[in-house]
């Protein structure tokens, strides 16, 4: 098995998929260190930019794996962590991201940004958004999809998160 678990910056994309990885009993790959630690990269205003050709192709050859990664790369099934846009807004702030980055990350998470991006590369009976609010009952919610008994994108499972409210938000 091969799973993409994904979502914009604060989602819990970490913390999740090192849960599942070892309640499935598959390897965790964080595409960041993945690619520290296997390519040479360049580096820009302190983030690596990924040449996601050569990750894909490496990351092809493997099995068994959760890739943690804003990026969407090959899988079996994508998990989309979604989150409210005011506990996101949260989780940001108390990591001290510039004000600027939170606004495009919740602009993103808005517009559906991570959701667009999947649907690139995956077909939508194999994109699964799960609410990332409370961890636990996002891994079991996973869980469930992992087995079969999930609701796929293509079966009208979607978060909207574009509203006054949270357009709102992003101009504070």
């Known amino acids: 098995m091969k ?3 994904t979502g914009v910056p604060g989602t819990g994309k970490t913390t999740i998929s090192k849960k599942l990885a070892e309640l499935l009993n598959l390897t965790y790959i964080n595409v960041g260190d993945y690619a520290k630690n296997h390519f040479d990269f360049p580096i820009e205003e302190d983030e690596i930019v990924i040449d996601e050709i050569l990750m894909e192709e490496k990351l092809g050859k493997l099995q068994d794996i959760i890739i ?3 990026i969407p790369f090959k899988a079996d099934k994508a998990i989309i962590l979604r989150c409210n846009p005011t506990i996101l807004f949260d989780r940001l702030h108390e990591r001290n991201y510039p004000k600027e980055k939170i606004k495009d990350n919740l602009l ?5 940004y991570v959701v667009c991006a999947v649907k690139d590369i995956f077909a939508e009976e194999d994109i699964y958004e799960v609410l990332s609010e409370n961890g636990d009952d996002a891994i079991k ?3 469930e999809i992992v087995k079969g008994k999930g609701i796929s994108l293509k ?3 979607h978060f909207n998160f574009l509203t006054e409210d949270n357009i709102i938000l992003i101009e504070k």
């Open 3 to 5: 799973l993409l678990v």
């Open 68 to 70: 943690d990664s804003h």
């Open 108 to 112: 993103s998470e808005i517009l559906d």
């Open 141 to 143: 919610e996973i869980m």
């Open 155 to 157: 079966n009208g499972n």
